[in-house]
């Protein structure tokens, strides 16, 4: 049997590692930096990390707000939506992490498209 998405990322430590970094990433870049105005990052790496690992199949539960609830309201431009998935490949590749991951990440996110823009 195959792994899962989240064992071949490294389980929640490496996973936390990794999303610790596109946060950063996220709040240095001026396409989306204002989005993250008075977060509370720590909550937000938390957060995200959990999403991560639920959505790839590890044994966390993630019991946040799901994608349209999320980003209700914001708005969110196609700009604004490539430079998060930009955001996420760099983040990924800091990492070493395979291309095969990489596409299944980049795709899960894509697949959130319509979800997140314009809401």
Do not use: W
């Amino acid at each position: 049997m195959s792994k899962s998405l989240y064992e071949r990322l490294g389980g929640r430590e490496r996973i936390a590692a990794i999303v610790s970094d596109l946060v950063d990433l996220h709040l240095r870049n001026p396409l989306i930096q204002a989005r993250f105005v008075n977060s509370d990052v720590g909550r937000v790496k938390e957060s995200a990390t959990l999403f991560f690992c639920a959505g790839g199949g590890g044994p966390e539960t993630y019991a946040g707000k799901n994608m349209v609830e999320a980003h209700r309201g914001m708005n969110i431009s196609e700009q604004e939506f490539m430079a998060v998935l930009d955001d996420t490949l760099a983040a990924l590749e800091k990492h070493g992490v395979g291309q095969q991951e990489k596409m299944e990440v980049l795709f899960i996110l894509h697949s959130m498209r319509k979800e997140v823009l314009r809401g």
